[in-house]
């Protein structure tokens, strides 16, 4: 006799585990260190660039992007960064909550990045690295070790 799971079923997250949960308490640390320290820090840092009275072209000076584009809009970017950095933040509470608004905030804010890191390279690495591996964390401990097809399928 086969038993069959509803489509709903197979939506759900598994039973945490206590390996299960480590993984979701590290992804979420990862994520909020990340959202604290290196984007908001950049946003912190576009504040005291200003009040200082620092020109753009000048703040550009120090840093390097892939995308002449990027460098010539680097206040905008560091503005930017703020509100993934706020976003971030908000989705690591969540996760570290167990809230699953939290976890489809962070694994969308993750793709995000892995899909923008390319742009800014080399800063992009750092922010790659952290938000891959949460990534990982956040599904291993999302789907645990719920296999892909069902034993006996012959698919």
């Known amino acids: 006799m086969t038993t ?14 206590a390996g299960e949960t480590w993984t979701l308490r590290i992804a979420g640390i990862l994520l909020l260190a990340q959202g604290a320290v290196m984007e908001l ?6 504040l005291v660039l200003t ?13 390097s ?3 002449p584009f990027l ?13 993934f950095g706020a976003l971030r933040v908000v989705g690591a509470i969540g996760v570290l909550r167990n809230r ?24 992009g ?7 891959g591996t949460a990534l990982v964390l956040l599904l291993i401990a999302f789907y645990g070790s719920r296999p892909i097809t069902p034993r006996g399928s012959r698919h």
């Open 4 to 17: 069959t799971t509803s489509p709903a079923s197979e939506l759900q997250p598994s039973r945490a585990s």
């Open 41 to 46: 820090g950049v946003f912190i840092g576009l």
């Open 51 to 63: 009040a200082s009275g620092v020109p753009q072209e000048d703040a550009g000076e120090r840093f």
């Open 65 to 67: 992007f892939i995308v």
């Open 71 to 83: 460098q010539e809009n680097l206040y905008l970017m560091m503005a930017m960064s703020g509100i």
């Open 100 to 123: 699953m608004w939290g976890f489809s905030l962070s694994v969308i804010n993750c793709s995000v990045t892995l899909t923008l890191m390319v742009f800014l390279l080399p800063a």
């Open 125 to 131: 690495m750092a922010d790659g690295l952290l938000s």
